[in-house]
């Protein structure tokens, strides 16, 4: 009766060491299959991120050929005539402009791919764009408190920053005409 109780002892162990095996074999895939939909989750962020900004700025580009006498773009001479017309088209493309910055701002910290490989492209092009007078003269948040404040306030704070960091030559807003 001794060796039953033995090979009981035994069969007890077996199984409570194979029952600990498989739970911790569960437990590794479950934790492999939860990092695998992280994974998944950022990168469809990412994806949803990139794409939201990256159709806006093409749907500017697609405008800004339709309409290459305005001359918004920072690589583009400023024109020295432009109707009334013109003036309230370009004004809208800055506002499209200014608005692809913001959204560009407000998303480079939900993932790494943004925020090292994205961002500093769009913060670059900013710090161009802050440089053109007319580009300057419309946003107003330069010299003041800016003419709609519909913008995050954060990212207001940030351009203010950016422009403090360009020569002086490039603050000086000329008066609006």
Known sequence: ?????????????????????????????ELIKARREH???????????????????????????????????????????????DLN????????????????????????EISEHFWPGWEAFLKRQIEKPSFRNYWGIFEGEGAFGAYDRRFEAFARRLDKSLPQTFRKTPPQT
Not at 1 to 29: H, K, Q, R, W
């Open 39 to 85: 994974v998944k989750a950022k990168e469809q962020e990412f994806n949803s991120s990139y794409l939201a900004i990256s159709d806006a700025y093409h749907r500017l580009l697609e405008l800004a050929v339709e309409y290459p006498h305005l001359g918004i773009f920072p690589w583009q001479e400023e024109p020295a005539d432009l109707s009334l017309v």
């Open 1 to 29: 009766m001794g060796n039953a109780l033995i090979e009981y002892a035994d069969l007890i162990s077996l199984l409570t060491a194979v029952g600990t095996f498989v739970a911790i074999v569960a437990g590794v895939v």
């Open 89 to 112: 088209r370009r004004d809208i493309f800055y506002e499209m402009m200014i608005s692809i910055f913001e959204r560009a701002f407000l998303e480079r910290h939900k993932t790494p």
